[in-house]
């Protein structure tokens, strides 16, 4: 008999987590991923794997934790991916691998994710594994970007012999993974692991490099590179561009998470950035990175932390374990809403004047698109505001690079697999689809890796 | 890590630190920045180049102590000492061209960053009228290197203890009146950059202004360096830091300068409550 439910996963309790910083899901015991594992219906078609944007053979890897084998279960993962305990832990699952599980058709679905993070928590516990590094073929790549998109190209590339030079523009490598996601539900000692693996492969990491101002992608062409992989991200905060929006109290939800996240102001004045979080706080958006926001602003002492949302639940785009956390953490959801203006007191955010929205007929992405109710509207008081309502490409490197072309909405125009207008410089992950996840960011880095390896052997022959 | 090379105190306050940064220095243009971090647990401050020489690899920041991070950077961190980050050049180079006659204005510690804008419009062909200003005559520095990339030097203190007495707004009146200036800069405190602005402004002279925001990042992530100019939100690290000072909102730089002013005022508390503790 095969359960019906997944087996559930360990949490610190709403009440407590919300006064720390720590890890939210506490993981599956090895006795807990078997019972989950042992779920899996090892379909010979396995739709799960079409799912994957790395392709993992999930049944396979799944098939060894059932068996109590995790060392063979982790090597299969990282065939194809490199960052599993990263992905196990933020991929939207349930619109990928677990969405097409034929189990789910009827129950719920494997637990694809928990246990791909199972698998890869009992690795670094036991000891990493250093994948095979291919012999020197004598090429070198820059990356540019060490986000999850420049990562997985990296690691591919240093896999086929190639030399690889990593170029970052922080202090510390990781991208999106180090400044963007909070250690709640990402903690950095992980992603710091899976660097050190890619150092240990040989990979060279430069921090504190911007690219198109430290020095322009064609002097790295110059300067020894035979190919250079751009994936910079989409680094650049979108506003609302309503009044008051600089006003004192208002953030961007890049510089919000980066002061905590990456500068670890949630532990000023031990560390010197400062954070300023009032007694009620409005995220607006309704993606992961609001959540993050939202529940950011919880652990920092907010007393009432709102969402605002211009459409409803359903068209979150959220995952859905996100938004449950966030619910249980007394978050407040306002949805069809939208800011209009912040209003403000001495140059510092008091209120925030919203109008109701209905949805009309769809728009171009699908989603009904949400029209302002005239007259509708009305004051909240707030003393802090966190815009959260999306990201857009970096345009540096694409300002600084003659002969790159872009589209309109200032992307890199690049093929699936990362080719662009200029030989010898590939691009993806958000900088070539605009804000994206985490894993189309890695899939489109290994495609990349491998026409680069490619294009290296056969302008070498 | 990036070996501080030299040290050397300028006036009260102020100190010059040479500072290995080969990559900075190699692509450093006038008006650019830097951003430094101290240490692990340290944060990103912007700091405008004084000075680069690439044959050696170096750069020069002129830095006043006056919150946490600077007064550390004073008090614990000599030549042979590392800092943890350099990050560079950041922000759009000034635009150098031969205008005719410029003025460039310093107030404070503006004057070094002013030095290598100076420098370029004089090596561009430009008749280099500088201006160097500061309350007393112990916060002048580099007079003497000023006065070697321009053409005339007028040095103002508020209280007369060196050079005319007054504000730096009053030969810049004058000279507005009686030369044909065809441009001029600014760099200080943005009250000192907001009445040049004002003055020329008046005079009908193109102002350009570097304006020193709170910045995270420093590579146009964060958004926390939004500057209003001519309407429009614009960020400072990646748009500027140099704008025109007649279009600059003023009032509201000023207020989001004092964003974080009582966290700012803890953490040096507490920074000099634990440097007397080591002394005493």
């Known amino acids: 008999m095969i359960r019906k439910t997944r087996v559930p996963m360990r949490e610190q309790a709403p009440a407590v987590r919300i006064h720390n910083f720590q890890e939210v899901p506490l993981g599956y015991t090895p006795e807990e991923a078997i019972e989950e594992a042992k779920r899996c219906l090892r379909c010979q078609k396995a739709p799960c794997i079409g799912g994957c944007p790395v392709e993992i053979d999930i049944p396979r890897f799944i098939a060894h934790i059932a068996d109590g084998d995790f060392r063979v279960a982790i090597r299969v993962i990282k065939e194809a991916n490199t960052l599993p305990a990263v992905c196990g832990r933020v991929c939207p699952q349930e619109t990928q691998c677990e969405g097409l599980c034929t189990l789910g058709k009827k129950f719920e679905p494997v637990a694809i994710g928990r246990l791909e993070r199972f698998a890869a928590d009992w690795e670094r516990e036991q000891g990493m594994e250093m994948p095979p590094v291919g012999a020197p073929t004598g090429f070198r790549v820059a990356v540019v970007g060490s986000g999850p998109a420049g990562l997985a190209c990296a690691v591919d590339l240093r896999r086929s012999g190639h030399a690889v030079t990593m170029f970052e523009a922080l202090h510390e490598p990781g991208g999106v993974l180090m400044y963007g996601i909070p250690e709640f539900r990402l903690p950095k000692d992980i992603v710091r692991a899976e660097i050190a693996t890619l150092q240990a492969m040989g990979v060279e990491l430069v921090t504190n490099a911007v690219v198109g101002k430290t020095f322009t992608v064609d002097e790295l062409l110059a300067d020894g590179y035979q190919a250079v992989f751009v994936g910079t991200g989409a680094g650049l905060p979108r506003f609302l561009g309503i009044p008051g929006e600089s006003l004192i109290g208002v953030y961007s939800a890049n510089e919000f998470l980066t002061r905590v996240n990456l500068m670890r102001a949630y532990r000023f004045p031990e560390y010197d950035t400062p954070i300023r979080v009032g007694r009620r706080v409005a995220v607006v958006g309704g993606g992961n990175v609001a959540m993050d926001a939202a529940r950011t602003a919880l652990r920092l002492g907010a007393e009432e932390v709102l969402v605002l949302y211009r459409r409803t639940e359903a068209e979150m785009p959220a995952r859905r374990e996100e938004i449950r956390h966030a619910k249980e953490e007394d978050i407040e959801f306002h949805f069809l809403v939208n800011p209009v203006r912040f209003l403000g007191e001495h140059g510092e955010l008091s209120a925030v004047e919203c109008v109701r929205m209905e949805l009309g007929p769809p728009d171009e992405s699908g989603r009904r698109r949400p029209i302002p109710i005239e007259g509708s509207e009305f004051v909240i008081t707030i003393d802090t505001a966190v815009i959260a309502i999306g990201n857009q490409p970096h345009p540096l490197v694409p300002r600084t690079t003659p002969g790159l072309a872009v589209t309109r909405w200032g992307t890199i125009q690049a093929d699936e697999d990362g080719t662009t207008s200029r030989e010898g410089v590939f691009a993806g992950g958000d900088i070539v689809t605009g804000a994206a996840t985490v894993i189309s960011a890695m899939g489109a880095g290994k495609k990349a890796a491998a026409a680069i390896d490619r294009y290296l052997r056969e302008k070498g022959a | ?37 101290l240490h692990e647990r340290g944060e990103r401050i912007p700091l405008t180049l004084a000075d680069w020489d690439p044959d050696c690899g170096t750069i020069t920041l002129v830095v006043q102590a006056v919150g946490k991070t600077t007064m550390e950077m004073e008090e614990r961190f000599h030549g042979g000492d590392s800092l943890a980050d350099v990050v560079g050049p950041l922000g759009e180079p000034s635009e150098i061209e031969d205008y005719g006659t410029v003025v460039c204005v310093a107030g404070g510690v503006g004057i070094a960053p002013i030095y290598p804008v100076a420098r370029a419009l004089k090596e561009a062909g430009n008749e280099v009228i500088c201006i160097a200003g500061a309350r007393t005559r112990g916060l002048l520095f580099w007079l003497d290197r000023l006065a070697q990339v321009c053409d005339e030097l007028i040095v ?98 000023m207020a989001r300068l004092a964003a974080f002013k009582e966290e700012e005022r803890c953490a040096l508390e507490q920074f000099k409550a634990a440097l007397e503790e080591a002394t005493a």
């Open chain 2, 1 to 37: 890590m990036y070996a501080i090379v030299k040290k050397r105190n300028l006036a009260d306050q102020i100190t010059e630190y040479v500072v290995q940064a080969p990559l900075v220095a190699r692509a450093a243009q006038a008006g650019q920045f830097a951003v430094i971090r």
């Open chain 2, 156 to 253: 103002t203190t508020d209280d007369g203890s060196h050079g005319r007495k007054g504000l730096v707004t009053e030969p810049l009146k004058e000279l507005l009146e009686k030369e044909r200036v065809a441009r001029a800069w600014a760099i200080g405190p943005a009250i000192m950059m907001k009445f040049c602005s004002l003055a020329c402004q008046e005079a009908g002279v193109p102002i350009i202004v570097s304006l020193n925001p709170i910045m995270v990042d420093g590579t146009g992530m964060c958004g926390a360096c939004r500057v209003e100019v001519d309407g429009r939100v614009r960020f400072a690290c990646v748009d500027g830091p140099e704008f025109r000072g007649d279009q600059v909102n003023w009032d509201l730089l």
